[in-house]
């Protein structure tokens, strides 16, 4: 065979196989920058929506003397958030049908409480013709229960702070555990170790649980509308779980999206205490042996002795208040 041929040959074999490998690499970098994209559109909005957690017009739901971790979520508002960034960032601000589409993605929406969570998934009912509808909506919130082969039950909180039914008693209890410890007939609130073990592992797996149950579900509410994926919760590690229940959040998934052969998976988690409230020193006049409690941001030189979550505890430790205008 001639050179001329074999080159031929070469060209007709080789030539469309390098183009089908080049189109390939184009097509994986445009499903890169895609997910990308949506990752950083899914973080926003999850951000966005944790710091509308603390929103809350009445003072009372703010965070509460006994517990630095106590807040009323502000649910309603930071799933509204969410979704106002979302669409935002998506570009269907007004388009209703691509708004839906895209929640069509979402099988789960979770806000993390105090004592409590919210989920926000896609369940069913029968309208008023009897057929049966599938929708988004919030689901009954659930406590972070617990209970012993005694009969004592607990209800945890993202704290060391419960409410308790002592069996034995046939009484209510709550209160922080190390104020309980030695109380009651439920030994669980006698050891500190074991307690903040159990705690961890109730609060992570009820929440765990319920989003695997709704997330499945939602494959049916798929099918029925097209989206040909697999919803199932995706794998989180036990760090990022236990570091989700530190304090209250929101988190957010997003699954099935098409992006060239592949399809884009992924969560986010968002803290609700962005925005730290100051903490209050309790500190020593040395020269006058007067104590002051004032906000961490001022500095007096004073001896700082205690440090206290609100200016009211301050107060009731004997301490005098002293403002950063006053220096």
């Known amino acids: 065979m001639k050179i001329t041929n074999l080159a031929i040959l070469f060209i ?3 030539v469309p196989f390098y183009l089908v490998m080049d189109f390939r690499t184009g097509d ?3 499903a890169q920058a895609l997910s990308d994209q949506y990752s950083a559109s899914l973080h926003t909005a999850v951000q966005d929506a944790s710091q509308m957690l603390n929103m809350n017009v009445l003072q009372e739901y703010e965070a509460g003397y006994q517990s630095r971790k106590f807040f009323f979520a502000n649910k309603e508002r930071a799933l509204d958030t969410f979704f106002r960034t ?4 998506f570009d269907v601000v007004n388009d209703p049908v691509r708004q839906g589409a895209l929640a069509g993605y979402i099988p789960a ?10 989920l926000y998934a896609v369940d069913e009912y029968r309208d008023a013709n009897g057929e049966r509808v599938f929708k988004h909506m919030w689901r009954p919130k659930k406590p972070y229960s ?6 004592n039950s607990i209800n945890f909180t993202l704290d060391s702070y419960v409410y308790a039914y002592d069996s034995y008693a046939k009484a209510w209890v709550e209160g922080f555990r190390e104020d309980l410890e030695g109380t009651t007939n439920i030994p669980l609130l006698d050891n500190a170790a074991n307690f903040e073990a159990m705690r961890k592992s109730v609060i992570v797996k009820s929440i765990q649980q319920d989003l695997a149950y709704y997330i499945n579900k939602h494959n049916e509410y798929a099918t029925r509308y097209g989206v040909h994926y697999t919803f199932s919760l995706p794998q989180i590690s036990q760090e990022e779980w236990i570091n989700s229940i530190d304090d209250i959040g929101i988190m957010a998934f997003i699954q099935g999206i098409p992006i060239g052969d592949q399809f884009y998976n992924n969560y986010a988690l968002g803290g609700g205490r962005l925005v730290k409230k100051t903490e209050i020193k309790g500190a020593v006049d040395l ?3 007067i104590k002051y409690y004032y906000p961490s941001t001022c500095s007096y030189g004073y001896r700082e002795d205690e ?4 200016e009211r505890d301050a107060a009731a430790a004997g301490y005098y208040p002293k403002g950063c205008m006053n220096r």
């Not at 617990?146 to 009969?151: F, P, Q, T």
Request: with cysteine.
């Open 28 to 30: 994986q970098k445009t």
């Open 12 to 14: 007709c074999i080789f």
């Open 287 to 289: 020269t006058t042996g």
């Open 109 to 118: 929406v979770a806000v993390i409480d105090y004592d409590s969570y919210d």
């Open 307 to 310: 440090t206290f979550s609100s």
């Open 86 to 89: 979302l669409y935002l960032n």
């Open 146 to 151: 617990y209970s012993d082969d005694r009969g």
